[in-house]
């Protein structure tokens, strides 16, 4: 979707313009080379909620996610969180493998199918949608 770091920069720098829901944003991409970088960051939106962002990416024909971990937040409270480590002995993951979400009740062993997540699209925009639909 993005041929280069600036291209991507350029849109996360810019997502409250796209999003009415977003508040304010504080990404970041961090360059650690000519290929990789890292964005870290939170996204604040309405009823103080925040979307926690870290993605690893690559840039060599286009930009890709080789690792994230995104947590929602209202106040102090964590709602549910995703992340991308492998749990190949749970069957119940592996259609999505290995993207999956953390939720209540006991959040750190409950975990679902994330089939909105990707190593080669962007998944702000899923998350973003996902927070504007069921949390505010």
């Known amino acids: 979707m993005f041929s280069s770091f600036e291209a991507y920069e350029s849109w996360i720098y810019n997502l ?3 999003y009415a829901n977003i508040e304010s944003a504080s990404l970041v991409l961090i360059r650690r080379g000519r290929y990789i970088a890292v964005v870290r960051g ?3 939106f309405q009823n ?3 979307l926690r962002v870290y993605e690893e990416l690559i840039a060599l024909f286009r930009v890709e996610i080789t690792g994230y ?3 929602v937040w209202q106040r102090n409270d964590k709602l549910y969180w995703y992340d991308p480590q492998p749990h190949p002995n749970d069957p119940t993951l592996a ?3 290995p993207h999956h ?3 209540h009740p ?3 062993r409950n975990r679902i199918l994330a089939p909105g997540l ?3 699209y962007p998944n702000l925009p899923f998350l973003i949608a996902e927070i504007e639909d069921n949390v505010i």
């Open 16 to 18: 409250s313009n796209k």
């Open 42 to 44: 939170e996204i604040y």
């Open 48 to 50: 103080c909620i925040r």
């Open 69 to 71: 971990s995104y947590d």
């Open 95 to 97: 259609r999505t493998h």
């Open 101 to 103: 979400k953390y939720i």
């Open 106 to 108: 006991n959040i750190k």
């Open 118 to 120: 990707s190593f080669t």
